[in-house]
């Protein structure tokens, strides 16, 4: 179990490199929903994302313990750059390991953060394999997008951050987030956990990588029935580490459908002028979805990131 | 001439109403610039512009001098809006003059503020004509879009904010604004002015509706050689008015193309993560057309609005 003092550590430790992101509310979206909602910005994060917290938290003690000369991890998406930028600042190489597929905009931006890429095929396996092989070359130490107590420390940051600024007066009722590998909501539902243990926290899962939901009431990790779904960071499965934090503290996850992912997040594009992606709209899909089990609740909402390819907008 | 203690009446009147919209700034774009870049965000305002400001003071103010019953405007933009908007917050009836061809989502946000939607020819003259037909019939004040001392005091708020919230430690070298009809432009340098007497007002203008860069050097009101701009906020001509005021208080007026717009646009979407109008990136696509202008500058500029048809992006 990560212990509440090993969260604070990880936010000395990230803080000085990461954004302070605001809390943003909006008129317009309360009433529509019923619920007095506070959105948590990571998409103003550096990268575009909260997962830069995670990865700066285990890159920084990589190289303040020695633990090795250089990082490598597997991601087509957000933790990508999350390491890279990591590894930049800490002086680092970084060598990210990516599926061919990928677009070419993501591998630029890993590019930019001066870290290499090693393409591969699209799949686990391969990915894994691609990892299994720098590690065998360079003797890189691997930072796993969330099967890593680290990394879940760092992400649980965010939730600190939501609860001080908005949290004292009156704590949430809820806290919110989207579960994919479940970094992100193990980490958040540590934090509250910890700061605020009447809040419930619960997450928002697409129907279109529907894991989380099946491993939550079985106690295994469960694969998916099917993966299509425009919310791109949340194909992952759970792991067991993941699963089990998730078990402990997390009071209920709500799935939705990718018609109602794209209605929250056109709605707050237009409403809240942030851009966010369609990953951070699950959970304000969920409460609008769920009016009844939000009506009057003061909710807090962890807004994932904000990239998107501005080309390919699912609206 | 506007005096100073006007604009500060403005503001004290206003601010009830509004919100006070962030500061943000964005280190990307600012070594992209090779300028210091702090942007004003009127998207963020009520009704996602700055224009809610001018219509406020208008209209609080014809509210408390009874000198009407009820509100009129021509306006197919944010203009509109602001009206709208304000005449709910005293309780006014609203007459909102629109061209038939003005998007149905325009009229429909104007309805949403409970105001009456009259449409008329897509001219000038029709419009002028509907507006002088709703004040025969109905006795309303008109608020006209720019041309109106008690509009340019309101716009005149959003830089007195920025230099308040940005401008103390160290005075701004440039403070930018985009000019249409010149009600924000007049305002924000009179603002400066006062404000920040060394500090220098820079103007920009979309190549596609280029008059008020031929009036300035004129001293007379020229008409742009022609209108076609993705920029549809600035597409209005100075009045004399705006013009008188513009041309003591602004040093200069920088025009830039469609893709310059587009791109600076885009890039304020990609990195900001912030949902801007094509109006509002037109100073900054000054900034970065000439660099030379302002490299190791300290600039604000006033993000003017965020109302944007996503489903009709130029990029």
């Known amino acids: 179990m990560i212990a509440f003092d090993t969260i604070l550590q990880a936010h000395d430790r990230i803080r000085p490199y990461i954004h302070r992101t605001p809390v943003l509310t909006n008129q317009t979206i309360n009433e529509r ?9 990571e998409n103003f994060q550096k990268i575009g994302a909260f997962k830069a917290r995670g990865g700066l938290n285990a890159v920084l003690q990589v190289a303040q313990n020695n633990e090795g000369t250089a990082i490598t991890t597997h991601s087509s998406g957000n933790h990508a750059q999350a390491v890279a930028f990591a590894a930049r600042q800490v002086g680092m190489p970084a060598y990210i390991v990516m599926p061919r597929t990928a677009p070419r905009v993501k591998k630029d931006a890993v590019l930019g953060y001066g870290a290499n890429v090693i393409e591969c095929e699209p799949t686990l396996e391969a990915r894994e394999a691609g990892v299994l092989d720098v590690i065998a070359k360079t003797g890189a130490v691997l930072v796993h ?26 704590p949430f009722d809820v806290v919110m987030a989207p579960v994919g590998g479940g970094g992100l909501l193990s980490g958040t539902s540590l934090a509250v956990h910890y700061v605020s243990p009447t809040t419930r926290v619960i997450a928002g899962e697409p129907e279109g990588a529907a894991d989380a939901i099946l491993s939550f009431r079985s106690g295994q990790v469960e694969k998916a029935p099917y993966i299509n779904t425009v919310a791109d960071g949340l194909m992952t499965t759970l792991s067991e580490r993941t699963l089990r934090i998730i078990r402990e503290n997390v009071a209920a996850i709500l799935t939705v459908s990718d018609e109602e992912i794209i209605a929250a997040m056109k709605l707050v594009w237009e409403r809240m ?8 709209a699950v959970p304000l899909a969920a409460v609008l979805k769920h009016e009844n089990l939000f009506a009057g609740q003061k909710v807090g909402i962890i807004v994932t990131g904000g990239n998107v390819d501005l080309g390919k907008l699912p609206f």
């Open 33 to 41: 929903s019923g619920a007095e909602l506070f959105f948590k910005c």
């Open 145 to 170: 997008p969330f099967d890593d107590d680290r990394v879940i420390a760092g992400q649980a940051t965010a939730a600190i951050e939501l609860m001080e600024d908005a949290g004292k007066d009156r």
């Open 273 to 280: 002028k942030i851009v966010i992606e369609p990953s951070s």
